[in-house]
């Protein structure tokens, strides 16, 4: 897997310089942040620092099939089938680079009391770097959680989950247990949405990304009602959020008012997917991810690359073929929220609520609407299809086959199954890497995750 270079430079725009602290300063340093200004650029490191495994997860979920290239690029030919050694060697770099974020955070959440507070405005400002903290500490936990704990689930909930880290020193700490993890991430969540912050730019995480994550994140844990209560009034303009020009321009360089939470960067993304521009890519669109005629997503989630009766993955991948400068990476977005409420209704036994909901979106991606006699899983299939269609290439799908219990089948290259990924596989759990387990002898063999070896080596 190719190694994500986590940099301490400040890549936001309209940041004020850049914040000239040692790594190692930051963590022992008291002074090093006591003004609102060095608040904020520590925040923008933590920013910077947010982990991109989307090509990976996409991948590893049913979005992608191999072409015939995919053999060149052995790493990720065995990540998409789902070898060990292969999963063993993401979960490190998840691992690593998640805690890293967090703790970026906790650095400067700890720090905030001794900032200096000259004016009202500075007090304003730092409560909103405060909400946007524990907002990215929810956001990072609860990815963890995903990727390392069981499925939600009243019989799992106290089984071993994540580690909860509040300090900066060094701390070697067992894992909590989901029920415990989920309560921490739904306080922190509680946190962030208590201070105003609207009107911020798509790069921060202001009052509407909290939102959109505080709805993902009830769905998840089955509080359909407040999933609804926090998506819904999201969704009041949802028709020009969805303009044609805005779903195009997530896949520039311009402004998208379709975009929630969109952190800015200036380094390259999704190169990985590439084989040769003049050949094409090691990885293709799944042929159960289709468009029809006139449908919005088409011109943008396909792409007509080199290879004769191949559809390659469009998106980010199109902008590299070209040649557009990736600035955004669309994290949260309307159409996502719109999703969430539709399948919270549809759990909830409001099936019309859903079908309504999801008419509107189609009619902006100018598709046909749904049934409006659809119920049960009928519904709540025909929601999941459209929502592999919206986030295909984007790393979602890969949640929503985890959350689900979805079996998943692997092909190759030349389109046949060559293997299937049980519901129940324990590979769905990330093993508990041994940079973490190595020194901390609250993470013994007991507490992996179950298959997996637990090996310390010199």
Same mark, same amino acid.
């Given at each position: ?15 004020? #310089? ?30 910077? %620092? ?14 992608? @099939? ?24 993401? %979960? ?15 650095? /400067? ?16 400002? !730092?409560?909103?770097?405060? =909400? ?48 415990? @993890?989920?309560? *921490? &991430?739904?306080? /922190?969540? %509680? ?7 609207? #009107? ?35 969704? %009041? ?35 990985? !997917? ?9 990885? @293709?669109? =799944?042929?159960?991810?289709?468009? *029809? ?38 994290? !949260? ?46 519904? &709540? ?19 929503? /086959? ?33 940079? *973490? ?13 179950? #298959?997996?070896?637990?090996? &310390?080596?010199?």
């Amino acid at each position: 897997m190719k190694k994500h270079i986590i940099s301490i430079m400040v890549l936001l725009p309209l940041t004020v #310089g850049c914040l000239d602290i040692k790594l190692e300063n930051q963590f022992s340093d008291p002074d090093a942040i006591t003004t609102v200004d060095t608040a904020r650029e520590l925040l923008a490191s933590a920013y910077n %620092s947010l982990p991109r495994y989307q090509v990976e997860l996409a991948v590893l979920s049913d979005d992608f @099939c191999p072409t015939r290239f995919a053999n060149y690029y052995a790493e990720m030919q065995n990540l998409y089938n789902w070898q060990d050694n292969a999963i063993t060697d993401l %979960s490190d770099l998840i691992w690593k680079d998640y805690y890293m974020t967090v703790s970026y955070l906790n650095t /400067l959440l700890t720090r905030l009391p001794n900032v200096v507070i000259e004016e009202e405005s500075d007090a304003v400002e !730092l409560e909103k770097v405060r =909400s946007e903290a524990c907002a990215l500490k929810a956001c990072c936990y609860f990815d963890l959680l995903r990727f390392y704990a069981p499925r939600y689930a009243p019989e799992n909930l106290e089984k071993d989950a994540i580690i909860l880290k509040n300090r900066l020193e060094l701390d070697f700490l067992p894992r909590s247990s989901l029920k415990a @993890c989920v309560e *921490e &991430i739904s306080t /922190l969540l %509680s946190e962030a949405a208590s201070v105003e912050n609207t #009107g911020t730019a798509v790069y921060y995480f202001g009052s509407d990304a909290v939102n959109a994550l505080r709805a993902e994140f009830e769905l998840y844990r089955g509080n359909y009602g407040k999933a609804v209560e926090y998506g819904l009034p999201l969704l %009041s303009d949802l028709e020009t959020r969805l303009a044609d020009t805005e779903y195009e321009n997530l896949w520039t360089e311009n402004e998208s008012q379709e975009r929630i939470f969109a952190p800015y960067i200036f380094d390259s993304f999704y190169i990985e !997917l590439n084989y040769d521009r003049e050949q094409g890519d090691y990885f @293709c669109l =799944s042929d159960q991810v289709t468009y *029809e005629d006139g449908d919005v997503r088409k011109d943008w989630c396909e792409y007509a690359g080199p290879q004769s009766g191949v559809r390659s993955f469009g998106k980010y991948n199109r902008m590299y073929y070209d040649n557009t400068e990736v600035r955004y990476i669309n994290t !949260l977005r309307y159409s996502g929220v719109c999703f969430t409420v539709a399948e919270a209704y549809a759990r909830d036994n409001q099936p019309g609520e859903a079908v309504s909901l999801m008419n509107r979106y189609l009619s902006a991606r100018s598709c046909e609407p749904l049934d409006e006699t659809l119920s049960g899983d009928e519904l &709540i299939n025909a929601i999941l299809k459209e929502k592999q269609k919206e986030f295909v290439g984007e790393g979602t799908r890969y949640f929503d /086959l985890k959350r689900l219990d979805i079996p998943l089948q692997r092909y190759n290259a030349a389109g046949s199954v060559s293997s299937t990924v049980a519901a129940d596989s324990y590979k769905w759990l990330l093993p508990i890497p041994q940079s *973490e387990y190595r020194y901390n002898e609250n993470i013994t063999a007991e507490h992996q995750n179950p #298959g997996w070896a637990y090996e &310390i080596t010199e």
